[in-house]
């Protein structure tokens, strides 16, 4: 019985280990896609860190948590099918383009397929651009149909995109950025993701003006 037991718990040591490597292999993979885009660099791991914030927000437990924060880190993976000259094109996209670009999801998520372990980081994947009316992409899906992870993943995104500088834009203070987010409430954006999303970022801020006070 000893034996069994201990043959069993080495076989599921030995499968989380791999879990493991397969996933920061994937990782890895974001990085260096990232790496060749200057405003790109970092996105995937603030909205991985962010995402988990905003999920413990929202009282999720420890393993969504940990799934969101996977799926920030993978979401955008299937833009290794996008080709390189619509991905690092610096002016707005063709409609053709943009066509080009919304593969991501599926492309991301049959990347992750084999990966069982992946199950619902891979629902995030291919839903985080669906929007809270329905009128998203690639399933429209609407309102509490798109899994929460998927709801707060593509939030944080768009809470990104507004807080980095791009060629054709400057970025916006994390404050401003979530105000600028209210228009979006009820459309594009679960009006409960944006307030959690709210409540993690004055936090933040509270801290980062205590922690300049004391310096």
């Known amino acids: 019985k000893e034996e069994v037991a201990h043959r069993v718990a080495e076989r599921r040591l030995e499968q989380a280990n791999q879990e493991r490597v397969s996933t920061a292999t994937l990782e890895a993979l974001v990085n260096a896609l990232e790496a060749k885009d200057p405003y790109l660099r970092g996105h995937s791991a603030r909205v991985a860190d962010l995402s988990a914030l905003v999920a413990a927000e929202l009282g999720a437990s420890d393993e969504m948590i940990e799934a969101v924060r ?4 993978l979401h955008d993976i299937g833009k290794i099918g996008i080709r390189e000259e619509i991905l ?5 996209l063709s409609d053709e383009e943009y066509e080009h670009v919304k593969q991501h999801v599926l492309v991301g998520s049959q990347i992750l397929a084999p990966l069982v372990h992946l199950k619902e980081v891979i629902t995030y994947v291919r839903s985080h651009h669906e929007r809270w009316d329905g009128f998203g992409y690639p399933d429209r899906l609407a ?9 707060i993943i593509g939030t ?27 228009d979006l409430v009820g459309t594009v954006v679960d009006p ?15 801290l980062v003006f205590l922690d300049d006070a004391h310096r």
């Open 70 to 73: 996977t799926g920030g880190r």
């Open 88 to 92: 690092n094109k610096q002016g707005p």
């Open 143 to 151: 309102g509490e149909a798109i899994p929460l992870g998927a709801r």
């Open 156 to 182: 944080v995104e768009i809470f990104d995109a507004l807080t980095t500088a791009r060629p054709y834009q400057e970025k916006m203070e994390p404050d401003v950025a979530v105000e600028r987010m209210r």
């Open 192 to 206: 409960e993701i944006h307030r959690a999303l709210e409540a993690v970022v004055t936090r933040r801020q509270v």
